[in-house]
């Protein structure tokens, strides 16, 4: 069975990095072809792909975030780590991790993990 | 970036009813469209990849059709359990999504 499960702060103020972890089991990220993202829906809004990381550690980003974060993976713990940095009230969303075996849908997904921003 | 927009935004129907949801794309995608479901308070189910094939376990009336830049997602006979938000997403260039159809009961 395969799951994934996000973990980290509830609460970040502004200004502060966030970091996210992901642990997942009944797969590997070793595996040719096998990816994880991080997204997020801000609260009633629409989803929003975030980072991808592959078997071959390599790492791609959201153009309009992508100096904010970074990705990245240990293969041995079963876990994909997300830091954003720079948090901003507008970052106040459900944040997800997602299988995604060859880059193409996200066919597993975490329970996700509420992140608000607030001074 | 590739931009998505569904119509409607929301959508009533009743049970029994045959429900059309589309999604655009601001350039050609071929068929690299996915649709997903998801109910309040729950990560996106994956329903349909390649614009029309069905992921297991996903009810046969769900099914979805098109190419390049129109797609459509069609419930035959709407479920009590299908009342939901459905979302479609491009992986043609990079991974974006559309901003959601909201399916509420009439």
């Known amino acids: 069975q395969v799951t994934l499960r996000e973990s980290g702060p509830a609460l970040v103020k502004p200004t502060q990095t966030l970091t996210l972890t992901c642990t997942f089991s009944g797969f590997s990220l070793s595996t040719s072809g096998m990816c994880v993202s991080w997204l997020r829906q801000p609260p009633g809004k629409a989803l929003e792909w975030l980072a991808l990381?592959?078997?071959?550690?390599?790492?791609y980003y959201s153009t309009s975030l992508k100096t904010r974060l970074t990705i990245s993976k240990d293969t041995s713990k079963n876990q994909v780590v997300l830091t954003m940095t720079n948090m901003d009230p507008v970052d106040t969303a459900t944040y997800y991790c997602?299988?995604?075996?060859?880059?193409?849908?996200?066919?597993?997904w975490g329970q996700g993990t509420m992140v608000t921003v607030s001074s | 970036d590739i931009q998505m927009t569904q119509s409607p935004s929301t959508l009533s129907a009743s049970v029994g009813d045959r429900v059309t949801i589309t999604c655009r794309a601001s350039?050609?995608?071929?068929?690299?469209l996915a649709w997903y479901q998801q109910k309040p308070g729950k990560a996106p189910k994956l329903l349909i990849y390649d614009a029309s094939s069905l992921e297991s376990g996903v009810p046969s009336r769900f099914s979805g059709s098109g190419s390049g830049t129109e797609f459509t997602l069609t419930i035959s006979s709407l479920q009590p359990d299908d009342f939901a938000t459905y979302y479609c997403q491009q992986y043609n260039s990079e991974w974006t999504f559309g901003q959601g159809t909201k399916v509420e009961i009439k």
């Open positions: 997602a299988r995604m075996p060859y880059s193409r849908t996200f066919d597993i």
């Open positions: 990381i592959d078997w071959d550690d390599d790492k």
């Open positions: 350039q050609s995608i071929s068929s690299w």
